[in-house]
């Protein structure tokens, strides 16, 4: 019984990790693009909002602000991509 928990939770921690890339249609978005280059290849979000997360740069620890850009997939769970400065810093399943 121990075992079939522990699958449980490892299923549930992959489904919230970060993804490296997702496809929009034949075109792959990554990290490290422009927030122009996911528009021409995704379209508008279906929804964006603000957060603030932690960044480490340099040796130092700072809070900046983030846009979080919400697309959704048929069939699939939607990803969450986070855009700081004009370029894709992070890309996750909701």
């Known amino acids: 019984m121990n075992k079939f928990w522990l699958g449980v939770f ?3 921690v992959a489904s919230t990790a970060p993804a490296d ?3 929009c249609g034949r075109m792959l978005v990554k990290p490290g ?3 122009n280059a996911l528009i021409k290849k995704c379209g508008d979000p279906l929804r964006k909002y603000s957060s603030k997360e932690t960044v480490y740069e340099h040796g130092h620890r700072s809070t900046v602000g983030v846009s979080n850009w919400v697309y959704s997939r048929k069939g699939k769970k939607d990803m969450i991509v986070s855009v700081r400065a004009g ?3 992070k890309i996750q399943v909701d």
């Open 87 to 89: 370029d894709i810093i």
């Open 21 to 23: 890339s997702f496809r």
């Open 33 to 35: 693009e422009s927030s």
């Open 10 to 12: 490892f299923l549930l």
